[in-house]
């Protein structure tokens, strides 16, 4: 856990426009012929942020839905396993005693 | 804020990223204006670069909810494979139970018919001592089973032969005895009281009181007189007549002996 918080922090910063940004500014304050090449890469990285939110899962609800979603499966299983549970230890025979 | 929230994640990161876009795009227009024309703007370029640190901010703050969800996303997978598998249980248990139900209908029904089966014999009972007592009647002339010193040749049957109907009730109500050979029984004989003379084998279920003559009493009543074995040769003789005229089909060896010998 404490590994993947290093590395989210990371993607945080990946996914931030503002160095790129920043870079521009630098360039076009010296007067860079690099502005061209920045503006290609802030472009680019846009472009890449765009699809990589197309790809990730789970993200086409709210979370405040997906929380719904997540609490009607647990309760779906609970349920079930409820179900199977009663109808394998029911005794459903009642011999009666012989008169 | 409310349409806000039912929007998916989704939807506000590409709207994020599209103001960031358009934000960080105006702020380098800005800048590279306002260096050719050397004038400073009034904070204008100030208030684009901290809407674009605040729109940055919040597009972080979104890739991080949409990694949570992500995650939960996979627990959400995990849920939903196990609901299959549970399904899938349900199923087979229903399947069991519908065909234990079957089974136990056929066996319900079966025990039923048999309990019917049960209560009609019940109501149709008989005691045993009566059944008994009637299996020792039937049994009791070796109808139904030979004698235990019963050896081929012996002549009992286990059914009346020619000389034992005739030495009954019908055979003595044919007083003529070429008549009565024929089976029909003429008034004026059963009148004229004539017994025919038959040989009459001992037999077991036979009385052993016996009398001649007593036909017309003995029609009425239950025990009826039968002749003795007889010896006399008259009897013999209307025997052999009365066995040459009926078939040669007679079951009874003696008679067939004597039927040899007479011709």
């Keep these: 856990m404490a590994a993947s918080q290093p590395r989210l922090e990371k993607e945080g910063d990946d996914c931030s426009l503002l160095p790129l940004v920043h870079d521009i500014i630098k360039c076009m304050d010296k007067d860079s012929q690099d502005v061209h090449q920045e503006l290609t890469k802030l472009k680019a990285k846009i472009q890449e942020a765009r699809e990589q939110i197309s790809n990730m899962p789970g993200i086409d609800s ?9 609490a009607t499966l647990r309760e779906q299983v609970r349920t079930k396993n409820q179900l199977l549970q009663k109808y394998k230890s029911m005794c459903m025979f009642d011999v009666p005693k012989a008169s | 804020m409310a349409t806000a929230a039912e929007k998916s994640t989704k939807e506000r990161l590409l709207r994020a990223l599209d103001d960031l876009e358009v934000l960080s795009r105006e702020l380098i227009e800005m800048l590279a204006l306002s260096r050719g024309q050397k004038l400073p703007q009034p904070g204008e370029d100030t208030q684009v670069l901290e809407l674009l640190v605040q729109r940055d901010r919040e597009f972080q703050e979104l890739m991080e909810e949409a990694q949570q969800q992500g995650k939960v996303h996979q627990e959400m997978q995990l849920l939903e494979k196990e609901v299959d598998k549970r399904d899938s249980d349900i199923q087979q248990l229903q399947k069991q139970l519908k065909e234990a139900e079957h089974i136990l209908a056929t066996a319900v029904y079966q025990a039923k ?10 109501k149709g009972s008989i005691s045993s001592e009566e059944i008994i007592k009637y299996a020792h009647r039937i049994s009791a002339s070796n109808a139904v089973c030979a004698p235990l010193n019963w050896v081929p040749g012996d002549p009992r049957r286990p059914y009346p032969t020619d000389l034992e109907m005739r030495s009954g009730m019908l055979g003595h109500m044919a007083n003529l005895p070429t008549n009565g050979v024929n089976g029909h029984l003429p008034g004026d004989a059963l009148a004229a009281g004539r017994l025919p003379d038959v040989l009459t084998p001992h037999y077991p279920w036979q009385s052993s009181d016996v009398s001649v003559g007593m ?17 006399n040769k008259e009897n013999e003789d209307d025997v052999e007549a009365m066995s040459t005229d009926t078939s040669s089909s007679s ?8 039927e040899t010998n007479h011709q």
């Design chain 2, 251 to 258: 079951s009874d060896p003696t008679e067939r002996e004597r």
């Design chain 2, 113 to 122: 018919e048999k309990l019917k089966s049960i209560d009609k014999a019940r």
């Design chain 1, 62 to 70: 709210s979370p405040s839905e997906q929380q719904q979603q997540l």
């Design chain 2, 215 to 231: 036909l017309p009493s003995s029609l009425h009543g239950n025990d009826f007189g039968l002749e003795p074995p007889a010896t």
